[in-house]
T-cell receptor, first 115, second 114 residues
Framework: DVKVTQSSRYLVKRTGEKVFLECVQD?????MFWYRQDPGLGLRLIYF???????EKGDIPEGYSVSREKKERFSLILESASTNQTSMYLC??????????????FGDGTRLSIL | AQSVTQPDIHITVSEGASLELRCNYS??????LFWYVQSPGQGLQLLLK??????LVQGIKGFEAEFKRSQSSFNLRKPSVHWSDAAEYFC????????????FGIGTKLQVIP
């Protein structure tokens, strides 16, 4: 079965720390995504990647960076965590097929609290 | 730019009653459309998708959705709701082809009462 695994379900960090959120998929998907989910705002795309070492900014990239050194792994980095980055973070992946925009498969999310 | 509107933030229905969740999209041509469901503490799961062809789409868990181009809508329906359907539902729109960005609505939280 398809599996997207996020390394932590809950994470508590302090303001100013560098934070790493890890995501691994076992489906050999080309595309990977990071979203944050906030009440009343739905899912907002932070970054996505369509190939190893490739990345594209989403709608809210400020304060974040990403790394994709291997096809199956996509990391989200909070360079200097701030309290307004407290949120639920969701990772997703999808295959690159003709016609584009195939359904995304999601991990269970990481609830990050910045104190 | 593409966008999605889910006008109902919360909906409460009785178990066994029918359900319709509304979704309106904005896109210049015929988009790809999706409905996802999120149970508490979990990620999103795909319920169904519309790419082309028959405008009535069947999904998992007894859900269906109808694409209406004239109304720019893609409403989700279920004839008889079960208590286990209580969750948050997200409509999403994406451009056919191109890169893979998909825009999600803000979600509709469904409560099911006995």
């Amino acid at each position: 079965d398809v599996k997207v695994t996020q390394s932590s379900r809950y994470l508590v960090k302090r303001t100013g720390e560098k934070v790493f959120l890890e995501c691994v998929q076992d489906m050999d998907h080309e595309n990977m995504f990071w979203y944050r989910q906030d009440p009343g705002l739905g899912l907002r795309l932070i970054y996505f990647s369509y190939d190893v070492k490739m990345k594209e900014k989403g709608d809210i990239p400020e304060g974040y960076s990403v790394s994709r050194e291997k096809k199956e792994r996509f990391s989200l980095i909070l360079e200097s965590a701030s309290t307004n980055q407290t949120s639920m973070y969701l990772c997703a992946s999808s295959p690159l097929l003709e016609g584009g925009n195939q359904p995304q498969h999601f991990g269970d999310g990481t609830r990050l609290s910045i104190l | 730019a593409q966008s999605v509107t889910q006008p109902d933030i919360h909906i409460t229905v009785s178990e066994g009653a029918s359900l319709e969740l509304r979704c309106n999209y904005s896109y210049g041509a015929t988009p790809y459309l999706f409905w996802y469901v999120q149970s508490p503490g979990q990620g999103l799961q795909l319920l169904l998708k519309y790419f082309s062809g028959d405008t009535l789409v069947q999904g998992i868990k007894g859900f269906e959705a109808e694409f209406k181009r004239s109304q720019s809508s893609f409403n989700l329906r279920k004839p008889s709701v079960h208590w286990s359907d209580a969750a948050e539902y997200f409509c999403a729109v994406g451009a056919p082809g191109g890169y893979q960005k998909v825009t999600f609505g803000i979600g509709t939280k469904l409560q099911v009462i006995p």
